[in-house]
Nanobody
Framework: QVQLVESGGGLVQPGGSLRLSCAAS????????MGWYRQAPGKQRELVAA???????NYADSVKGRFTISRDNAKNTVYLQMNSLKPEDTAVYYC?????????WGQGTQVTVSS
């Protein structure tokens, strides 16, 4: 069983940057895909970015060109670099992983973009 723990959330002004980290208790090397989801108040949880074990990435249209997902299998950690943040990026961000769906979820970290 893999446990995921997110960190790096916080309050940032519009236009600012944050880097989220997701540390896994076990190896993520064999997990096919790792990703970041977010859920804003009153909205459904949505996929923000995903990365496969081979390094292929996928992004939501709303974050393309601003967010970058990466994974360090040696450190069992997944990152989400978020630049040019907008108020609409405000949400709880969740790390997730799985082979043919989501098998593991983190507890979430709050990201608030506000002046």
């Amino acid at each position: 069983q893999v446990q995921l723990v997110e960190s790096g959330g916080g309050l940032v002004q519009p236009g600012g940057s944050l880097r989220l980290s997701c540390a896994a208790s076990g190896s993520i090397f064999s997990i096919n895909a790792m990703g970041w989801y977010r859920q804003a108040p009153g909205k459904q949880r949505e996929l923000v970015a995903a990365i496969t074990s081979g390094g292929s990435t996928n992004y939501a249209d709303s974050v393309k060109g601003r967010f970058t997902i990466s994974r360090d299998n040696a450190k069992n950690t997944v990152y989400l670099q978020m630049n040019s943040l907008k108020p609409e990026d405000t949400a709880v961000y969740y790390c997730a992983g799985g082979d043919y769906g989501v098998d593991y979820w983190g507890q979430g970290t709050q990201v608030t973009v506000s002046s």
